[in-house]
């Protein structure tokens, strides 16, 4: 089955793992893509990284946007291996926040397709997650098309 963003808007979970608490930017970022068009699911602070997955395999979405503004970020890296583990490799994961500059290529390396500092613009942060739905959705169906 073939997903295109005219057939089927962009799913997105936004989210915030670990112990912060600060949702500020997680609300604003939400807003900026349901306004966009595409389907949100925003979850409250305090999310177990399994919990995460669980949740974006129930919904089937294309792109999980974490906040960090404590850290968090590093246990990112978790995330990415526990979907690796449940075999949902065509989820891009992006991250927004606090991020110290020398903690980016671990992040990229890990596998973040995207980093979001503040002062990043809608304009940009829309253009991008809906660039990563798409390049999800064609991950997706080259898997289906190998079954």
Known sequence: MTYSPANYPERVLVTKIGFDGHDRGSRVVA??????????????????????VNLAIQEDVDVIGVSSLATDHLIIPDLLAELRAADVTHVRVIVG?????NERPDLLQAGVSAIFNPGATSEEI?????????????????????M
Request: no cysteine; aromatic share 6%.
């Open 31 to 52: 807003a900026y893509l349901r306004d966009a068009g595409m389907e949100v699911i925003y979850t409250p602070p305090w999310q177990d990284i399994r919990a995460v």
């Open 97 to 101: 926040g606090i991020i110290p500059q």
């Open 126 to 146: 829309v253009a991008s997650v809906r660039a990563l739905a798409a390049e999800a959705r064609a991950v997706r169906d080259t898997e289906e098309e190998a």
